[in-house]
């Protein structure tokens, strides 16, 4: 992905790097980031970034895909033996969660903050795990006939959506003050798991006679 001259390149310094250009994304937004400041920044000089990066889009094709392995990291580590619609309510917490700690990367990953930058097609693959947790957890509410029926994948997609929306209005601002985050996304979970179950078979309903 990122071409290096192996002899020269320094893991703790390429992962210094990384750091400290997410950092400065985050203090200084999409504009804050060039290699002349982040070499002052790291006290060396642009030379030693460009033994470690080609240029500044692989430094963030790089941060990108860490993004998308910190979240995939986040949703693996939900337990795997709660109830299936349960589980799905949980990656969502999750989801937030990890899209809140990781801010920066969140806007990277998504946003396209950064102009000019477009991700590689190989850094790209990387959010293909991510989004299998979610679509194997609605795939398992499929199976056992929890949900109505329908292609876990677009129903995964449809929940993706929702997620990303609502916490995208929280991490750029579009939320009143007065609003919490967390709430907000409380309150989308319920009614999505309540619009995903579906009675099972010889159930009967409340108030209905059968």
Not at 11 to 38: H, V
Not at 121 to 135: D, I, M, N
Not at 137 to 152: K, Q, Y
């Amino acid at each position: 992905m990122t071409q290096t001259n192996p002899r020269s390149a320094s893991p703790d310094m390429r992962r210094r790097i990384l750091d400290q250009a997410s950092a400065l994304l985050a203090e200084s937004g999409p504009d804050g980031l060039s290699m002349r400041k982040l070499s002052q920044r790291i006290g060396t000089s642009t030379i030693v970034l460009y033994t470690h990066f080609r240029d500044k889009p692989a430094i963030l094709d790089e941060l990108f895909v860490e993004g998308f392995e910190r979240l995939h990291g986040d949703l693996l580590a939900v337990p795997d033996n709660l109830e299936p619609v349960a589980r799905v309510m949980e990656l969502g917490r999750a989801y937030r969660r990890s899209a809140v700690a990781n801010a920066t990367y969140y806007q990277l990953m998504f946003s396209r903050c950064v102009p000019g930058f477009d991700p590689s097609a190989q850094s790209r693959q990387a959010s293909k795990a991510a989004f299998a947790v979610l679509r194997d957890a609605v795939a398992r509410c499929v199976d056992a006939g929890l949900v109505a029926p329908g292609d876990p994948v677009e129903i995964a997609h449809t929940l993706w959506g929702t997620l990303h929306g609502l916490i995208s209005l929280e991490l750029f601002g579009y939320l009143p003050p007065s609003v919490s985050g967390q709430a907000r996304l409380e309150q989308a979970i319920e009614v999505i798991a309540t619009g995903m179950r579906v009675a099972a078979p010889n159930t009967e309903t409340p108030g209905i006679p059968t």
